[in-house]
């Protein structure tokens, strides 16, 4: 059984007696409870026949049609009220059964790293950051695909996710739920996530629209995000276009701030041209727990379903139709995406059946969870090529770090996944190290480092914690966690520091130590995933979604007034320079750049090309060999500079593509540039340009100048693209 939220309250006996009646004479509910195929074809045959809306062979816009002239007022706003757990339905969400329409009860669940809201049997996954670090289309797909499958076993219609907003200060509480900083990145892993959510027949309910980047102030009126129309094109939204255009998302979340003055769910420009006329979506709207401020505005630009809030209740609704203050086309108008989604979907006919208490996990779900792990490490310093270690020879270890070395799995909130198979660092070093490992959890810092002193290695897993509904007030470790890598490194010079963050922190004892190894949350295969990296079994391949700074006065938004908020309004006075672009354009070094990420082995690059695209655009190539003693991967990288006229920052990226090599190997990559890569966003005439002139590329590893070896150049003309275009992955 799934624990019940804070403040639960059982409902009314009579509505609890009345809808029980109501099922069993119609007999419907059993359809919740059949196999994973649905209702066998003689029940759904009976079914259709009573309610020829579930007729398959039928178009879908037929079907809805049927449907809305069939439904009362009162049913049809039952289905635009979202309503939260209870006693009846243990789901995050759900709308209830509507027996005489043969609509079962339909639900829904948080979680971007696996079923939420406390789901047992079910895979922890690693932090979508991790999945952002590997930079990784295929595996974000497998990501998704574990999501989609287990909620389908557990009986959720539609899942929650991903979170697809843009990581613009590494102080925001859900930074772990990002795909990072940079649009392109995000956009590319987002589409993907989505698919393999959706490839299960569970809808993706992608959040949250837009320019949501804080926990401040959160369902208030006083967390207004003023942003420009430029930055929100460019930055803000590509990983939604992406989702929309490229994925056909069945659901967008309308988030809680007010964008330029005007909640975001009732934001006409926002949802009506730029969700609906500019990228044409054909899904639904629904809001997040009390983002709808005001309802009439929220139904007016199209918000199907809203959640947590007294608005939209149905009964007062229903009652405006009747009463004629509400015309029922209005009514049709917000309910025929909804409808359309779960036709297409096939969730009225063949909802999936509950099984809150089925194994969701498998062995197959939870190897992606350790791929996820391993290629989304990301090595961040290795002086002396102390790791990889030959823990078969080793003396001794010392594992230090609270809950046996693995202190942070998970981020809290809403998306907290409960493990099923949790392996800790300590389980999984002990199982290869036996007596020559030696652990302390790290709360006497003395202690620790007396233990580090004894012993030939120190390994240190320190972390930050992060949760929705509170941003970090310091990017510094939690606790005196500094002070005890710091008294660990000084007793042991061989000292490897594991960061378990959702972001990024500040190192002061970064020069101290050889080896800084950060592996995001880990989920519940952490410790298999650490003796991988620091053996040497896997080679590490992760690259850094987000930039990580040198102090939080160095870095963007380090103001209450550009982060926070300050009189009710944040500005995103850095435009479209977030995350590696305000570090570039501002002359400030980060501690370690966007992209970067150490390995085992060496790479090199050359043989570049670059030339002009047939229809627009540039074709890149380049060689990259594995210039090193092991095998690896890599992950190659290639960054575009428009012309100075532009006013865009100096690079920013457009392509990337994982390789894995053999020592002397090497391979052949190639980056397909569109004219929508080239693209600006014209806010006055509303459309994507691309700016005539001379366009340079760079290739490499990383956003950082040393990172990026090669460089070239090609010529291009001017050329207007409509407002549904720009950068994003083919």
């Not at 009345?18 to 066998?40: E, H, I, K, Q």
């Not at 229809?615 to 012309?643: E, H, I, K, M």
Request: with cysteine; proline share 8%.
């Amino acid at each position: 059984m799934m624990s019940r939220p804070h403040g639960f309250r059982r409902p009314p006996l009579p509505a609890l007696i009345g809808l029980v009646v109501a099922l069993l004479a119609v007999g419907f509910v059993s359809l919740r409870n059949r196999a994973p195929g649905g209702p066998d074809k003689d029940v759904r045959s009976r079914a259709s026949a009573a309610c020829p809306w579930l007729d398959s062979s039928q178009p879908v816009a037929t079907r809805v049609d049927e449907l809305l002239k069939a439904m009362t007022p009162l049913e049809e706003a039952t289905m635009l009220h979202l309503r939260q757990i209870d006693a009846v339905v243990p789901f995050e969400g759900y709308t209830p059964a509507i027996p005489r329409l043969c609509i079962p009860v339909l639900t829904e669940q948080d979680g971007a790293a696996g079923v939420a809201t406390g789901a047992t049997n079910v895979t922890q996954l690693p932090a979508p950051i991790a999945d952002a670090a590997a930079f990784d289309p295929t595996l974000a797909a497998r990501y998704g695909d574990v999501i989609g499958a287990e909620d389908a076993v557990k009986g959720v219609d539609l899942a929650l996710s991903p979170t697809v907003n843009i990581d613009r200060s590494p102080l925001w509480g859900r930074s772990y739920e990002t795909l990072g900083e940079d649009p392109y990145l995000s956009a590319s892993l987002a589409a993907p996530l989505v698919e393999g959510i959706q490839a299960n027949r569970v809808v993706s309910v992608v959040k949250h629209f837009a320019v949501y980047n804080q926990e401040s102030f959160r369902s208030t009126a006083a967390d207004d995000a003023v942003v420009s129309e430029q930055a929100m094109r460019e930055i803000y939204l590509p990983a939604f276009s992406a989702v929309v255009q490229q994925a056909h998302a069945g659901a967008i979340m309308c988030s809680y701030n007010l964008i330029n003055g005007i909640p975001a769910c009732e934001d006409a420009s926002l949802i009506q041209h730029t969700l609906r006329q500019d990228w044409h979506f054909a899904g639904f709207v629904r809001s997040d727990c009390n983002s709808i401020y005001q309802q009439a505005p929220a139904m007016a630009v199209g918000v199907s379903q809203a959640k947590c809030t007294r608005l939209y209740d149905p009964v007062a609704l229903a009652g405006a139709v009747t009463s004629g203050q509400l015309p029922r086309s209005e009514l049709d108008g917000l309910a025929r995406p909804l409808l359309s989604v779960l036709f297409a979907y096939d969730l009225i006919g063949a909802p999936h059946p509950e099984g809150l208490d089925d194994l969701a996990t498998s062995p197959a779900h939870r190897q992606v969870a350790l791929a996820t792990d391993d290629e989304g490490a990301v090595l961040l310093k290795n002086a002396g090529r102390l790791l990889p270690l030959d823990l078969g020879r080793i003396g001794s270890v010392a594992l230090i770090g609270g809950s046996g070395g693995t202190p942070m799995p998970a981020g809290f909130g809403a998306m907290h996944v409960l493990p099923s198979h949790p392996v800790t660092a300590l389980a999984a070093l002990r199982s290869v190290l036996g007596l020559r490992l030696r652990y302390d959890n790290g709360n006497d810092p003395a202690a620790a480092a007396a233990l580090a002193r004894t012993s030939q290695v120190a390994v240190v897993v320190v972390h930050d914690v992060e949760a929705e509904r509170s941003d970090r007030t310091s990017l510094a470790l939690n606790g005196d966690q500094n002070a005890l890598v710091a008294a660990v490194a000084a007793a042991n010079p061989r000292t490897i520091v594991v960061l378990e963050t959702g972001s990024a922190v500040v190192m002061p004892w970064l020069s101290a130590v050889p080896s800084v190894l950060e592996t995001w949350y880990p989920g519940e295969l952490a410790g298999t995933s650490l003796v991988d990296l620091l053996s040497g079994r896997v080679n590490p391949s992760g690259k850094l979604p987000v930039s990580f700074p040198v102090s939080a006065a160095a870095m963007p938004d380090n103001t209450a007034r550009t982060f926070g908020g300050v009189g009710g309004q944040t500005l995103y006075s850095d435009g479209i320079d977030v995350g590696y672009r305000w570090y570039q354009t501002s002359g400030v070094a980060p501690l370690f750049p966007f992209g970067f990420g150490l390995s085992y082995t060496t790479f090199g690059f050359g043989d570049l090309a670059v030339a002009p695209r047939p229809g627009g655009g540039l074709s890149v190539g380049a060689t990259v060999t594995n210039t090193g003693d092991r095998a690896g991967a890599d992950v190659v990288q290639c960054y575009l500079g428009d012309p100075p006229t532009t006013g865009e920052p100096p690079r920013q990226l457009r392509g990337f593509t994982r390789v894995s090599l053999d020592p002397g190997r090497s391979t052949r990559v190639h980056f397909d540039l569109p004219p929508g890569d080239l693209a600006t966003w014209d806010s006055t005439g509303r459309t994507w340009t691309v700016t005539a002139g001379t366009y340079r590329v760079y290739v490499g590893d990383g956003s950082a100048p040393t990172s990026l070896p090669l460089s070239g150049s090609a010529a291009v003309g001017a050329a207007t693209l409509g407002a549904a275009s720009g950068p994003a992955p083919a």
